[in-house]
């Protein structure tokens, strides 16, 4: 189907039904209830796991397929974001012509700083490419260049946001929040309440991922393209494959556009989502935030990023939420003493200890699941199903791949 | 010209932290070949062994003072310290005010005993592993360490004065037969020195030391090294104790130059990466050279007429600085061939 | 371009029929009958405190908590009920906000506006927030004002100084309680004046972010007005951890008082830099070197410890204030936690209350009655004195404390003292004030 194998079609459909069903998947418990929250399907974290999703899809198709460790990959996700509240600003509120600059920007710098950093290799790339992105950072937060031309191009650490005095040239009286082309609104909601539950269906979440889908798709057809298998040769031995003649530069350095390309896009979909626009999502924190999505969901696998992704920005979002009182409401049904005692216990995890959880979880993963989740969730399935257990899919394919990259 | 000569001084001294950091690092990293995100973590522990030194040292007896109120309206709680209560207020008080000095003492086994742990329960079952999945748990344990630390001590820096005898600044202006003043801090001239100081110990006690020898014996070859009966896992075990150590007592004696707090780590940990890196990986003489030429171009892009010229150019001149170099220089200024280029 | 908008807004329509309410902008989980987003339905309101809780700023956004926890108790009529016995306004009954008992969700903002913005939506969208209160940084401030003034809430703005987040990015949902770099520099300057004197040279360092440079400009003007010269102000990166580099020329520019227009870690590492180098034992022009930070917080002067002593600085609020309601808060604030409050928290706690109070006289939650009812709000009893909430850009004119670091702290939150308190009049600027202009209120958004 779609020029794809029966097990990435599989995989695709997968990904499709628990993108069209995720408002459903995400809000399993009852509204109102203590479990609610661990509810995930409100609108904005939606749209965040199918974005930071995307980013982390894209950084795979360099990192995965060619080994090339870029440690400054946010750069390219602060130009979308850029690129898309300039739209906003020049023109109107619609997302589509700020999407396409965010894509074609971000391509040209990709270009330019892939042609400079890929003239290394490993940690020397790794550190270039980190230069890169500090100095974007620095030049966005204190707006560099904008002070130099006596504008406004960053609007510094505030960030970039639409005024009511920009030009927007094609602006209707209706338009003050991003929709797409006039039809709809990124934040129209339609909530669903069924009994105890509800669930939310928001606009901006769905264009996302679909776009993810879409995405996704493309990043099948690159790992099975020939292209694809050329850039897991660069990984394998780039040696070998430059004493056969071949030039393997040109290869990785379209892998370093497109995969900067899709780290632009993520960048405008977050701005097509909520109009600003600022230079914290260029510093190394976030660059390293999607190495750490990769690594944690499993580098090289298809479906990995896509849940490391939605790891971290789960941990982040929920449970930095959880304050004193909500543990007390948890642990109400317990004697005082006893409920006094788990508050205590669990204190230190949760609410501003959010990083320590995800510190200890990123370590428990990597020490027992070196494949990634994506091992992990393997391991479960080879239980329920031990007949298939030689066969090739996808993920092992992608887990043999890795193993020999030690050195 | 003394604005010159100042801002070199002040390089001098913002290099030999940044060498110091990186000689840690570059120990690990260069040589073991370990991605060690927890390097920084282990600079801020060190901070924190100064911070925990003089919080042991100033542990009091309280007494309530009825004559005195607190906000509240309640009785004043009054402390003594108990040294000062052991050895007299004098003496008491001369301790607490050397408790950085004293951290010293404490940082060094405490240091090397983390080190130690960390590579035997955690780095060891890693050095096969890909550079990806090192990161990935150093990171985690990056964070962890520095979350213990918060649980602890709390967000806010804590003061950690150097003793008053190193109060003030020394003018080098009428050594140097100038007119204007050239006024430099007692205690980062004393970090310069304590600095110079280890570096120089960790290069002899690799050089002219037959456990040094067989460590960079080693690092070119751990294959043939250990078959020749030696048992290089062991050595490499206490080389991470000794880097966690020198990344220690950077930290402590960095304490009263800005008050510790636990996030001090991760502000350092990218800038001693790419100072390793510009060094060249692999090689000791080139961090130590990257750190101080990192340090005086830093302090240099900070002139003001340079500011004039190129504004915020002091933001990313580091970044500048590395990307020319690497790009002039395959790996770095004195890197050796083979090592993490894959 | 008529042909477009004709198609556009045809477009809307299909797509309304078509979606079936998919399209209909409702937005978030609004009470379609009620008008507003989040109106409350049950007989409880949440109110969303979106505060720091990891990051450098931790430790204040920790505090903001305790004193917003503290303001729902009282709100609910547990506890000593604070500064609502002191407050001149007696809407508040203490048996929650018209009726319906607070609860409250907490967010992270780690500082950063991203993050902020996310959190505060989370609180919108999952939790049903009627308003969102806290914070500790201007660039967070701004971004998380403009949310809510998308979102159709209120917002209630903690510490933010920049003149901006009432000037130039000024909402109508937005409110600020804290004071400004405006009213720092109109407050500091005349007690500049009698301390040091009128013939002064200022070298400034400021962060190089909008709140370091409105600052800048706010001091620098003031101070010039009085006689002083501005030698110099050189621009820091705010990633910087040590300022030695730009330290070390100060002593040889010719200026006699060092400025430093930091705030927060930044503050912290450059006065204790300062110090190091010894400029407060220089004499230079005949005169004794003088260090001034404009914005102090409790929390700044703890992590620079003996450094703060003698240098002069301007606050919002401090515990040591005497009047009634200052002593009742810190009592209530003290006897739950065991410290005193900072400024950051005070102003989250009056912000509570001053919400609730706003919903109570405006007898709904609807966020264009409570902007109504804030704008043009006289009030007294919560610490600053006779304070009004100006009707043209939603900020707070009250008092403001100059302290200084104090010489023998005799315990560890004793380390600032009250050097002046400001009146009201002195700091006051017209809305149109040049540095504060460029912005619009607009019109106030309920929502839905």
């Not at chain 1, 940690?123 to 500090?134: E, G, R």
């Not at chain 1, 200890?360 to 020490?367: A, K, R, S, Y």
């Not at chain 2, 040589?31 to 911070?51: Q, R, S, Y």
Request: aromatic content about 12%; some cysteine; proline content about 4%.
């Amino acid at each position: 189907m779609f020029g794809i194998g029966k097990r990435d079609s599989t995989l695709l459909i997968i990904v499709a039904i628990m993108a069209l069903f995720a408002p459903f998947i995400l809000n399993p418990f009852p509204t109102g209830s203590a479990m609610a929250q661990f509810n995930a399907g409100y609108p904005d974290l939606m749209q965040r796991f199918v974005i930071f999703g995307i980013f982390a899809i894209g950084f795979n198709l360099l990192f995965g397929l060619t080994g090339y460790l870029s440690f400054g990959h946010a750069a390219f996700l602060g130009i979308g974001s850029y690129a898309v509240v300039w739209m906003y600003k020049l023109l109107d509120y619609n997302v589509i012509p700020g999407l396409f600059l965010a894509v074609i920007v971000s391509a040209i710098f990709a270009l330019a700083i892939g042609f400079i950093s890929l003239r290394r290799s490993g940690i020397y790339f790794s550190i270039l490419t980190l230069a890169f992105a500090q100095m974007m950072f620095a030049i966005s937060y204190s707006d560099l260049i904008g002070r130099f031309l006596g504008t406004t191009i960053t609007n510094g650490e505030t960030g970039l946001q639409v005024y009511t005095s920009d030009p927007q040239i094609l602006i209707d009286d209706w338009e003050s929040v991003p929709h797409l082309l006039g039809i709809v609104e990124m934040r129209s909601t339609y909530t669903l309440d069924a009994g105890a539950w509800s669930f939310d269906f928001n606009a901006g979440y769905y264009f996302c991922a679909v776009i993810l889908l879409i995405m996704f798709y493309l990043a099948i057809r690159i790992f099975r393209s020939p292209f694809g298998m050329m850039l897991r040769a660069v990984k394998s031995n780039q040696q070998r494959m430059n004493y056969t003649g071949l030039n393997t530069r040109p290869y990785t350095l379209a892998a370093f556009v497109i995969s900067g390309m899709y780290a632009g896009l993520a960048g405008g979909l977050l701005a097509s989502m909520d109009p600003l626009a600022g230079a914290e999502r260029m510093q190394w924190t976030a660059s390293g935030e999607v190495v750490l999505m990769t690594i944690l969901g499993g580098a090289g696998t298809l479906i990995g990023p896509v849940l490391g992704a939605g790891f971290i920005k789960y941990f982040e979002n929920i449970f930095a939420k959880i304050n004193d009182n909500v543990l007390h409401s948890w642990f109400a049904i317990l004697p005082d003493g006893m409920e006094d005692f788990m508050v205590t216990i669990v204190h230190p995890f949760v609410g501003k200890g959010w990083n320590l959880t995800l510190g200890l979880l990123f370590m428990l993963v990597v020490i027992f699941l070196p494949g990634g989740l994506v091992e992990g969730g393997q391991r479960i399935g080879r239980v329920f199903r031990r007949r298939d257990r030689n066969a090739g899919s996808v993920e092992a394919d992608a887990a043999k791949q890795r193993n020999p990259a030690a050195e | 010209m003394d604005a010159i000569l100042l801002q070199i001084l002040n390089g001098l001294d913002k290099g030999s932290a940044y060498a110091l950091i990186a000689l840690g690092l570059t120990l690990i990293f260069g040589t073991l070949g370990v991605v060690n995100f927890a390097h920084g973590a282990l600079f801020m522990l060190g901070a924190f062994c100064a911070v925990t030194v003089q919080k042991l040292l100033s542990l009091s007896t309280i007494t309530l003072d009825e004559t005195q109120k607190d906000f509240l309206g309640r009785p004043l709680e009054i402390k003594t310290p108990y040294v000062e209560s052991w050895f007299g207020p004098e003496t008491g008080s001369l301790i607490i005010d050397w408790s950085v000095p004293l951290a010293i003492l404490f940082a060094i086994p405490v240091m090397l005993f983390i080190g130690y742990v960390m590579e035997r329960g955690l780095i060891k079952h890693f050095y096969k592993r890909p550079h990806a999945d090192q990161i990935l748990v150093t990171f985690g344990l990056a964070i962890v360490l520095q979350e213990i630390i918060k649980y602890f001590y709390g967000a806010n820096p804590i003061p950690t004065p150097a003793p008053s005898a190193f109060v003030g600044s020394f003018d080098f202006a009428p050594l140097l037969g100038l007119d204007t003043s050239l006024a430099y801090p007692y205690w980062r001239l004393v970090y310069f020195g304590f600095s110079t100081l280890i570096i120089g110990a960790v290069f002899a006690f690799l050089q002219f030391t037959t456990f040094g020898m067989v460590v960079r014996a080693g690092m070119a070859d751990r294959e043939t090294v250990g078959l020749l009966g030696i048992d290089i896992d062991k050595r490499f075990s206490i080389m991470f104790g000794i880097a966690a150590a020198v990344a220690g007592l950077a930290g402590v004696m960095y304490a009263p130059i800005n008050s510790p707090n636990y996030h001090m780590g991760m502000d350092f940990l990218v800038l001693s990466f790419v100072v390793v890196v510009v060094g060249g990986m692999g090689s000791l003489p080139g961090a130590v050279l990257a750190g101080f030429m990192l340090g005086i171009l830093e302090s240099l892009a900070s002139l003001n007429e340079v500011k004039a010229v190129l504004p915020g150019i002091d933001q990313i001149i580091i970044y500048v600085v590395a990307i020319v170099i690497l790009l002039t220089r395959p790996r770095g200024l004195m890197g050796r061939k083979g090592v993490m280029e894959e | 371009m008529s042909f477009l908008n004709l198609t556009r807004r045809g477009l809307i329509q299909t797509g309304a029929v078509a979606g079936a309410g998919l399209a209909l902008p409702t937005y978030l989980r609004a009470d379609a009958h009620a008008g507003y987003t989040n109106a409350p339905t049950g007989n409880t309101v949440t109110l969303g405190f979106n505060v720091p809780q990891t990051g450098p700023y931790a430790e204040e956004g920790l505090d903001e908590l305790r004193a917003q926890e503290l303001a729902v108790q009282h709100l609910n009529g547990e506890g000593d009920g604070g500064m609502m016995n002191t407050f001149s306004s007696k809407a508040l009954k203490g048996n929650g906000i018209l009726g319906k008992k607070v609860t409250f969700v907490t967010g992270d903002t780690q500082t950063k506006s991203d993050a902020a913005r996310a959190a505060a939506k989370s609180m919108i969208e999952k939790d049903g927030a009627i308003m969102i209160n806290g914070g500790s940084s201007s660039g967070v401030a701004v971004a998380v004002q403009g949310l809510c003034q998308e979102a159709g809430v209120i917002f209630m703005a903690g510490l933010t100084h920049s003149n901006d987040t009432t000037g130039k990015d000024k909402k109508a949902n937005g409110f600020r309680h804290f004071f400004n770099a405006y009213m720092s520099a109109a407050a500091l300057a005349p007690v500049l004046k009698s301390a040091y004197g009128a013939d002064r040279r200022a070298y400034h360092l400021t962060a190089d972010y909008t709140w370091g440079w409105t600052q800048q400009e706010s001091i620098a003007a003031a101070t010039e007005a009085v006689g002083w010269e501005t030698v110099n102000n050189v621009l820091t990166p705010l990633a910087s951890t040590d300022f030695s580099s730009y330290i070390a020329p100060v002593l040889n520019s010719g200026a006699d008082v060092l400025v430093l227009n930091h705030y927060g870690g930044n503050m912290v590492n450059s006065l204790t830099n300062a110090v190091q180098f010894g400029l407060l034992d220089k004499e230079v022009n005949g005169k004794k070197f003088e260090i001034v930070v404009p914005l102090y917080s409790e929390l700044m002067a703890a992590g620079a410890g003996a450094n703060v002593q003698g240098v002069i600085g301007s606050m919002n609020w401090n515990w040591q204030l005497q009047d009634e309601g200052s002593k009742a808060f810190t009592k209530s604030f003290g006897e739950k936690y065991g410290r005193p409050p900072s400024n950051s928290a005070h102003t989250c706690y009056v912000q509570t209350l001053l919400y609730a109070d706003a919903v109570e006289r405006a007898g709904t939650f609807n966020p264009c009655g409570v902007g109504e009812a804030l704008e043009g709000f006289e009030f007294d009893g919560m610490g600053n004195g006779p304070t009004l909430y100006r009707a043209e850009d939603h900020q707070c004119f009250k008092d403001v404390l100059v302290m200084k670091g104090k010489e023998n702290p005799t315990n560890e939150y004793d380390t600032l003292e009250i050097v002046e308190q400001t009146p009201r009049a002195q700091v006051e600027y017209a809305p149109d004030h040049p540095m504060f202009a460029g912005g619009e209120l607009g019109q106030c958004n309920p929502g839905a």
